[in-house]
């Protein structure tokens, strides 16, 4: 599916919130045995401690995200080092090291891949809304091909959630904020038989936003409804193995997202709507100037199976997910009070997934993981478009192009670690994958026409060595391969009768190198890694004269970086954490590059497009989009004793340098900018009550977290200003 005049329909999540995360009874960390507060990830497919795992990998528990007030998804880029969260029309865009998404279309899929309890969220439209058990966030460096699911060539991200238990518990938390933001969320678990556990979490959020239109005076533009419902059972099956069943229902109204202000491009000069007159539209980021609203709504319905046996010499695990989702988008692309031109895309997608996973058993000299993925994918999408003036149609909205996009992946795959001496250890992989997608594309009507399909194999290798000096310390070099799928372009490439076709898009290769080190004990923990990215066929967005998002290759780009991220637990009750990332990212080769000039026209009221896409231009050693040169982050969580329980203190602040929307390295900038959060907590003495104030974005610092271009104007979307709340907790 591609979403006309965005930035780029992005990643798979449009947000899962950590609200209860700052809870440490339900959100820690996992410690291992020994009790000396080693991390425990699960990076490699199995349970291994993070020195041990030769991957840079932020783990996050409860302090960490509770500093930043990770209330959703995006907000753990405060605290991970070279990764980056944009926005456009309503879904995230995740960068990590300079490989992202900047535009998904059907049969695609985003290069940072999202799993949540080991399951895929296979595509652009995929909304894990807001989840309360969480019990850790993992986020993988670099391309993660080998072990984890489709398209990973930037990395993971990986989010643990709490499976049913017959233990009874519960939790419930209210949080209340400006503008009226109310986030309520409950979870209960229990036993109903001996073996058999169920558990049953609910979720609702309203605000009433920061937007005001000036068409109408709403001050409510903003206004944004939310729901999810999330009920499991498990069963024992065996002496040590279990079956978990879940169903998930997600229903999100919200219109910020495709509701976007007009916008002045400093290299350009224009910008602000081309045939709206002074007064109809608004630059103001709190404010908006639409004749018509923007709506996004979604509605999703998830069906999962885990199934864990031991077989003895290994143990094997299932995961099966069915999903379905439907999307109504409608946005006002001129940006203005005047009614020219509104776009609304209603898509319908189904998902099927099957892995089965073995994994060797602890200890030994060997340690291996194999195994197999199956995914299926159906995406149907329909354009309608509402102008005005000799554009209209009297008969209502004007069916444009659309697409029904069947994608079908097969892949095997397997990973092995073997241990050459109590130091020295070696790790071989590979998976194999075969991807193959086929369309039928709608021209202006609901005939469809099947365009040529497409098919790739590819084979991606992983090679690691890495050497253990002591017991918490550990180097590493790697070698890993990444890859994306080959996709159709449905498109501004697709052709109109009598030859229905649209452009085939090569896939992504990446050839990743790494080397780092890692230490960690109860005081410090310490990881340091330098990359280096070859990156060819890059697919890229771009925008044809009409606002039509088109799709091409980059030829190649190079990048290289250095990452760090430290925590320090000097005195008891205090923590301080630190992160930083340098990257170097350039298109070293790309042709026919989607440069945004002037069309020529004297008067840009008059022209029929204000600006267009520069024919023929190559771009050599540019910045890559939405690619900052450094971000950094400083955290810190105090905790004392107070009227018999405990206070928590908690503080982040985030800095990301210059980075550009656009390709070109020029275009759509945005300036570097820090954000500061804050946390006070109390818990009361049972531990079963918690009261807390939070703050975001203190500095009240306002910064663009996406751009439309198309051929009415530039759009802009906002982040929000400060906003503080108060929470309340209760768990049994």
């Not at 079956?243 to 910020?256: G, W």
Request: some cysteine.
């Amino acid at each position: 599916m591609n979403l006309r005049g965005t930035n780029g329909a992005s990643m798979a999540v449009l947000a899962i919130s950590l609200l209860i995360v700052p809870d440490t009874a339900f959100a820690q960390v996992e410690e291992d045995s020994s009790g000396n507060g080693e991390i425990v990830v699960t990076a490699q497919r199995r349970a291994e401690r993070s020195v041990d795992v030769p991957i840079t990998v932020t783990t996050l528990g409860a302090d960490q995200l509770a500093t930043a007030n990770a209330r959703d998804l995006v907000d753990i880029a405060k605290v991970t080092p070279s990764l980056r969260f944009d926005s456009a029309a309503g879904f995230t865009q995740p960068t990590i090291r300079g490989i992202g998404t900047s535009v998904v279309t059907s049969g695609g899929g985003a290069n940072v891949g999202i799993y949540v309890d080991g399951f895929y969220s296979p595509n652009p439209l995929a909304s894990n809304s807001q989840l309360m058990n969480v019990q850790s966030v993992q986020v993988l460096k670099g391309p993660q091909g080998t072990l984890f699911g489709r398209n990973t060539t930037g990395g993971a991200i990986l989010i643990q959630t709490a499976e049913p238990s017959e233990e009874p518990g519960g939790k419930f938390k209210a949080s209340f904020g400006r503008f009226n933001d109310l986030l309520s969320q409950g979870y209960v678990t229990g036993g109903i038989a001996p073996g058999v556990a169920v558990d049953l979490e609910g979720m609702y959020r309203y605000g009433e936003g920061f937007l005001t239109n000036i068409a109408n005076g709403d001050g409510h533009a903003g206004q944004y409804d939310s729901y999810s419902l999330r009920a499991g059972l498990k069963v024992n099956v065996g002496e040590r193995g279990s079956l978990v069943l879940r169903y998930m229902r997600v229903k999100l109204d919200d219109p910020r997202p495709v509701s976007s202000n007009a916008y002045v491009d400093p290299v350009l000069g224009i910008g602000a709507p081309f045939f709206a007159p002074p007064g109809t539209f608004t630059t103001d980021p709190d404010l908006v100037a639409k004749d018509q609203p923007g709506i996004f709504r979604s509605k999703s319905d998830t069906f999962q199976g885990t199934l864990k046996l031991d077989l003895g010499l290994a143990d094997f695990t299932s995961y099966t997910q069915y999903r379905t989702e439907k999307v109504n988008q409608s946005q006002d692309l001129d940006v203005s009070a005047v009614p020219l031109f509104q776009i609304g895309i209603p898509v319908n997608d189904k998902t099927f997934s099957q892995e089965i996973l073995l994994n060797s058993k602890p200890g030994g000299a060997l340690q291996w993981t194999a195994g197999l993925f199956y995914f299926s994918n159906k995406d149907t999408f329909q354009t309608y478009a509402d102008t005005a003036g000799a554009f209209r149609d009297p008969d209502g909205p004007t069916r444009l192009g659309g697409s029904s996009t069947t994608t079908k992946s097969y892949a095997a795959f397997a990973d092995a670690t073997y241990e050459l001496s109590p130091k020295l250890f070696v790790t071989a992989g590979a998976r194999y994958a075969h991807d193959a997608v086929s369309d039928a594309y709608y021209d202006v009507g609901t005939t469809k026409n099947p365009v040529p399909s497409i098919k790739a194999k590819k084979l991606t290798p992983r090679l690691v060595i890495r050497y253990k000096p002591t017991e918490q310390s550990s180097i590493y070099a790697s070698y890993t391969q990444g890859y994306k799928a080959a996709v159709i372009d449905v498109g501004g490439s697709c052709q109109n009768p009598p030859a229905f076709s649209c452009n085939q898009i090569k896939p992504e290769n990446v050839n990743a190198y790494e080397v780092g080190a890692k230490f960690g004990n109860r005081v410090l923990t310490l990881e340091t890694a330098g990359f280096y990215y070859d990156y060819k066929n890059l697919q890229v967005s771009s925008y044809l004269a009409d606002g039509r998002a088109n799709i091409t290759n980059a030829a190649s780009s190079e990048i290289y970086g250095l990452e760090g991220s430290v925590r320090l637990r000097l005195v008891e009750g205090l923590e301080l954490n630190a992160g930083a990332s340098w990257t170097h990212a350039r298109y070293k080769n790309f042709d026919n590059a989607p440069v945004y000039v002037r069309s020529g026209c004297a008067d840009p009221s008059t022209c029929p497009f204000s600006f267009v896409i520069a024919s023929g231009t190559t771009l050599r050693n540019v910045t890559m989009q939405r690619t900052p040169e450094f971000t950094g982050s400083l955290g810190a969580v105090y905790k004392t004793g107070l009227a018999g329980g405990e206070l928590a203190l908690s503080g982040n602040l985030y800095y990301t340098s210059k980075f550009f929307f656009g390709p070109s390295g020029v275009q759509f900038p945005q300036k570097g900018y820090e954000v500061a959060s804050a946390r006070i907590q109390w818990t009361d003495p049972s531990d079963a009550v918690t009261v807390a104030l939070w703050g975001d974005n203190l500095t009240n610092k306002r910064y663009l977290t996406s751009m439309q271009y198309n051929s009415f104007g530039l759009g802009a979307n906002w982040n929000a200003p400060v906003t503080y709340g108060v929470e309340l907790g209760f768990s049994f």
